[in-house]
C-alpha cells in the first residue's frame, strides 16, 4: 500500500499486485566501487595478499609501473629439507597445510645439504645468492609479484615485526628510519586535543608541545617553546605522540591492546612499558617490560590486574545488583567488581560483591535520542547535553533509558561513559544535525498526500436510495 502511494499520480509506473525479483541483468547499476590507484615508492611496508605469504610483511625495492610489476623482500619460508630433496628428484612426502615458519636463510646451511647456490646480479649490478630459480641476499627473500597481489593500505608494522625484519647481525640504530616511514601509512584521526606531541621530521624536528586542534591533514599545536606562535600547523606525518619515563599509560591499538603501566624509557618512536598486569607474579624485571611504538599510547590512570571474570561475570557485562541499581563492570579486582553505575548527573562507581550481583542483563533493547533516532546496541552516537558532552562512541549497552557507551580515548572507568539516550544523538541519524538546517521533514511537507474532501453526509431511505441532508 505504501509504494502504490508512492507512485500515485506518476506516468507509465503500474503498481504490481505481488513483489518480485528483478533479474539481475536488467538492474541498473546504482554504485560502483572505483579501486584507488596505490601509489608505492622504495621502502613502503606491505603485506601480501596470496600463496604461502598471505598476510606476512614485506618491503618494496623495486616498482615497474608499466608492467605493474613490484619487487618486494621478505622474510623465506623454506624448508630446506624439502628443497634439497626436491632438487635432487628425490620423493618428496607433502605435509598437508604445512607452511614453513618464516626464517633468514643461512647460505652455509644450503650447502651442507647439497644445494647448489649460484651467484647473480641484476639489472642495478647487485649480487644475489641464486637457490632453485629464487633470489637471496642478507637473508632475506627478494620477490617479484604483480602489485594486485599486494596490499598498501593501511599497513602499520609491530614492533616485534619490525625487529624482527631487521638483517642478521644488525643494531637497532639502523632501524629509524624505517619506524619512520610507518607515519605515511597511518589512519586519519590518530591524534585529539590535549595530546602531547614531538615533531619527528622537517625545520621543526624536536620541538615539542600539545595539540590544540585537528584538521585535515595539519594539525595545530601549542608549542612548549617561548618565543613562537601561540600556535603552529604540522602536518600530522611530522608528528610522534610523546611521553615520559614516570608517565602512567594504556596501549590502544596493536597487538598489546589494553595493557597499562609506566613507561620506564624512551627510545626515540617506541616506549618501553612496566606492565601493571603481572606485577603480583614473582617474575624477572625484563618479563614485566612492553616495548610498543609511542602512537599506540594513550595517558591513563587505569590500571589493568590481569583479572577479567569472576564465577559467571566478566569485564564489561551489564549486571543488576540486588538493590535494583545496574552498571558495567570496568575492573575485576581479586574479590570484587568495579561497576559503573547507570546514572547521569555525575560518574558513579561502586565495588560490589560477587553475592551483591543478582544477574547479568543480556536483552537487546533499543531507545530513543534526543532528535527521536531508534538507538541500537554498537551505533556510535555523541553525547550533546550532560557532563560527558562532547564525549563519543559506540554503545555497548542500553538499559532504562541509559546508554554505556565506550570511548577508548576516555581515560577513566575502563573508557566507559553513561549517559542518558535523550541526551546523546545518532551519528547519521536523520536529525542529528539538529536546527542547524532547519526541520529535517519541512523540505518534504509540500510531499504530503493532500487530505481527502469529506463527503457530505447523507442518509438512507427504507427500501430506497440515499436522501441528501
Known amino acids: 500500500m505504501v509504494k502504490c502511494m508512492a507512485i500515485k499520480g506518476l506516468r507509465n509506473i503500474y503498481g504490481a499486485s505481488k513483489i518480485t525479483l528483478v533479474p539481475i541483468r536488467e538492474m ?12 608505492l615508492a622504495r621502502d613502503t611496508w606491505v603485506r601480501m595478499k596470496i600463496g604461502t605469504y598471505k598476510g606476512d610483511l614485506a618491503k618494496v625495492v623495486d616498482v615497474d609501473n608499466v608492467r605493474q610489476r613490484v619487487t618486494v623482500k621478505l622474510i623465506p619460508r623454506i624448508d630446506l629439507q624439502a628443497l634439497a630433496n626436491k632438487l635432487e628428484g ?8 604445512f607452511v614453513p615458519p618464516p626464517r633468514f ?5 644450503a650447502r651442507e645439504l647439497h644445494i647448489r647456490v649460484e651467484h647473480r646480479r641484476d639489472a642495478y649490478g647487485e649480487r644475489f645468492d641464486a637457490i632453485g630459480g629464487m633470489m637471496f641476499k642478507d637473508g632475506f627473500l627478494y620477490k617479484t609479484v604483480s602489485i594486485k597481489s599486494i596490499n598498501a593500505l593501511n599497513v602499520k608494522p609491530t614492533l616485534n615485526e619490525l625487529e624482527n625484519f631487521r638483517k642478521p647481525g644488525e643494531s637497532g640504530d639502523s632501524d629509524v628510519a624505517s619506524l619512520s616511514t610507518l607515519f605515511a601509512n597511518r589512519k586519519k584521526g590518530h591524534f585529539m586535543k590535549g595530546d602531547a606531541v614531538i615533531v619527528v621530521k622537517g625545520d621543526l624536528n624536536k620541538l615539542k608541545g600539545w595539540v590544540e586542534k585537528v584538521d585535515e591533514d595539519n594539525v595545530h599545536i601549542r608549542p612548549e617553546l617561548k618565543g613562537l606562535p601561540k600556535t603552529l600547523a604540522v602536518n600530522e606525518r611530522e608528528l610522534c605522540k610523546y611521553f615520559e619515563p614516570g608517565n602512567h599509560v594504556k596501549v590502544v591499538t596493536g597487538a598489546q591492546e589494553g595493557a597499562t603501566g609506566m613507561v620506564v624509557k624512551v627510545e626515540q618512536h617506541v616506549l618501553i612499558l612496566l606492565s601493571n598486569q603481572q606485577k603480583n607474579i614473582d617474575m624477572e624485571m625484563s618479563s614485566l617490560q612492553i616495548r610498543v611504538f609511542a602512537d599506540d599510547f594513550v595517558e591513563s590512570s587505569e590500571v589493568t590486574t590481569g583479572i577479567t571474570k569472576i564465577g559467571d561475570y566478566e569485564l564489561r557485562d551489564l549486571v543488576l545488583l540486588d538493590n535494583m541499581d545496574f552498571g558495567v563492570i570496568i575492573r575485576v579486582e581479586s574479590e570484587a567488581f568495579q561497576v559503573l553505575k547507570g546514572t547521569a548527573d555525575r560518574p558513579e562507581v561502586a565495588l560490589v560483591k560477587l553475592r551483591e550481583i543478582k544477574c547479568k542483563i543480556e536483552k537487546k533493547i533499543n531507545a530513543q535520542d534526543n532528535a527521536m533516532n531508534t538507538v541500537s546496541v554498537k551505533d556510535v552516537v555523541r553525547v550533546v547535553e550532560g557532563p560527558c558532552h562532547g564525549k563519543s562512541g559506540p554503545v555497548e549497552h542500553i538499559y532504562r533509558g541509559f546508554l554505556f557507551i565506550y570511548d577508548r580515548h576516555h581515560l577513566e572507568h575502563a573508557g566507559f561513559i553513561c549517559a542518558r539516550a535523550c541526551s546523546c544523538l545518532v551519528v547519521g541519524g ?4 539538529g536546527d542547524r538546517n532547519g526541520d529535517a521533514y519541512s523540505r518534504f511537507r509540500g510531499l504530503r498526500t493532500p487530505p481527502r474532501i469529506p463527503q457530505s453526509p447523507r442518509r438512507f431511505s427504507r427500501g430506497g436510495p440515499p436522501i441528501d441532508s
Open 90 to 97: 628425490r620423493e618428496v612426502v607433502k605435509k598437508k597445510a
Open 28 to 39: 541498473t547499476d546504482v554504485l560502483s566501487v572505483e579501486s584507488k590507484a596505490i601509489d
Open 105 to 109: 636463510l643461512n647460505v652455509d646451511e
Open 430 to 433: 536523520s536529525r542529528s544535525s
